[in-house]
């Protein structure tokens, strides 16, 4: 099977940088994703990494190192709007992804 | 206009009713997926499909079943609804063609059985 391992909640401030760690278990590996989900709305794509490194997509950063079983999230430049419920996902055998709890983000001023 | 939709958005029912959620898509994608969201349990896959003649079980599949229409429809169904069925459903696509990790969901169906 597949499982995976967040906090279920991170507190940070405005303009301050976040990691969000991610350790997952998977028979099978073709990739690990991040998602962002606000209260009362939809789980939207942000990043996806298949090898190890880190992947760049403006404030957001994704890193993955496949020998760890682990990935990161990275949001820099911290606004308000960041506060929201941020899901890992490996997709592992079979091209079946699986979501972790979701870590929530509270971003003060 | 919204390139997943689902029907009905809100859906109040009782015990033992049958009910059917319905997802349509305009991605033109092949691979569509159910899940459900509870709070402090993420989103648990209960059925997915890679093309209209494959359809497979998810994690949590019990007391759920589901029909690939066409490739742009998936109906889940619950044949008997119970409370802890109680829960907010979404549907997703992807295309593996450009990623198979790049889940594209619905608006959601918040679904409460009395």
């Not at chain 1, 499982?3 to 279920?8: A, G, R, V």
């Not at chain 1, 950063?61 to 430049?77: I, N, P, V």
């Not at chain 2, 359809?55 to 949590?60: D, Q, R």
Request: include cysteine; charged fraction near 20%; charge should be negative.
């Amino acid at each position: 099977g597949q499982s995976l391992e967040q906090p279920s909640e991170v507190t940070a401030v405005e303009g301050a940088i976040v990691q969000i760690n991610c350790t997952y278990q998977t028979s099978g590996f073709y990739g690990l994703s991040w998602y962002q989900q606000h209260d009362g709305g939809a789980p939207t794509f942000l990043s996806y990494n298949a090898l190890d490194g880190l992947e760049e997509t403006g404030r957001f950063s994704s890193f993955l190192s496949r020998s760890d079983s682990y990935g990161y999230l990275l949001l820099q430049e911290l606004q308000m709007k960041d506060s929201a419920s941020y899901f890992c996902a490996v997709t592992g055998g079979y091209q079946k992804v699986t979501f972790g709890i979701g870590t929530k983000l509270q971003v003060i001023p | 206009d919204a390139d997943v939709t689902q029907t009905p958005r809100n859906r109040i029912t009782k015990t033992g009713k049958r009910i059917m959620l319905e997802c349509s898509q305009t991605k033109g994608h092949d691979r569509m997926y159910w899940y459900r969201q509870d709070p402090g349990l993420g989103l648990r896959l209960i059925y997915y499909s890679f093309d209209v003649k494959d359809i497979n079980k998810g994690e949590i599949s019990d007391g759920y079943s589901v029909s690939r229409q066409a490739q742009a429809k998936f109906s889940l169904s619950l044949e008997s609804a119970i409370p802890n069925q109680t829960a907010l459903y979404f549907c997703a696509t992807s295309d593996p063609a450009v990623s198979t990790d790049t889940q594209y969901f619905g608006p959601g169906t918040r679904l409460t059985v009395l």
